[in-house]
Nanobody
């Protein structure tokens, strides 16, 4: 099992920034797992936001956040981050951290069903 705990959510004005963190614990090699972020707004399905490959060499983003969000990870701390800049009201959602031991390349990683472990989520609210 892998446990994920998100932090860093909150209320911010449009145009502002937030940095989400997600600390993983559990399986010994989970620091090398692929990591991702999804979000879910009220009444909507959970959607892909960003992912980073096991090696950290490749990152992937939803078109809606490309150029504004940046995903990174610190294997030594077994933590993944999501830096969110130029936030918009439509970014308001619960943000979930996720991880999986599989390889992102060639997989359906933009779908939530591909990922194995999930955090409880952290609320991000962007006011206009």
């Amino acid at each position: 099992q892998v446990q994920l705990v998100e932090s860093g959510g909150g209320l911010v004005q449009a145009g502002g920034s937030l940095r989400l963190s997600c600390a993983a614990s559990g399986r010994t090699f989970s620091s090398s797992y692929a990591k991702g972020w999804f979000r879910q707004a009220p009444g909507k399905e959970r959607e892909f936001v960003a992912a980073i490959a096991r090696t950290g060499a490749n990152t992937y983003y939803a078109d809606s956040v490309k150029g504004r969000f940046a995903i990174s990870k610190d294997n030594a701390k077994n933590t993944v981050y999501l830096q969110m800049n130029s936030l918009k009201p439509e970014d308001t959602a619960v943000y979930y951290c996720t991880t999986d031991p599989g390889s992102i390349a060639g997989s359906h990683f933009t779908g939530s069903s591909w990922w194995t472990y999930w955090g409880q989520g952290t609320q991000v609210t962007v006011s206009s």
